[in-house]
C-alpha cells in the first residue's frame, strides 16, 4: 500500500506535515487541521490548488 505525505509549509507556510493511504485522505485531514488549528470555516481554492500539488507518495 502507498503512503502519501504533504508538507504544508510549502503550502501556506504551516509547520504541520500530514501522512495518509490516499490523496483523498490528506486534503480531509488538512481540511480537519485547518478548522481547528487555524479556525479556517473553508480552505481557499488557491490553497487546496497548492495542497494537491505538494501531496507525493512516501519513500
Do not use: F, N
Not at 505525505?5 to 490516499?22: E, H, K, N, P, R
Not at 480537519?32 to 505538494?54: F, N, R
Request: glycine fraction near 6%; proline fraction near 5%; aromatic fraction near 4%.
Amino acid at each position: 500500500m502507498t503512503t502519501y505525505i504533504a508538507d504544508l509549509t510549502t503550502v501556506c507556510g504551516c509547520q504541520w506535515g500530514v501522512t495518509g493511504s490516499s490523496t483523498e485522505e490528506i486534503v480531509q485531514k488538512t481540511v480537519k487541521h485547518a478548522g481547528e488549528a487555524h479556525q479556517m470555516k473553508e480552505v481557499p481554492p488557491e490553497i487546496a490548488q497548492k495542497l494537491k500539488a505538494a501531496i507525493r507518495p512516501s519513500m
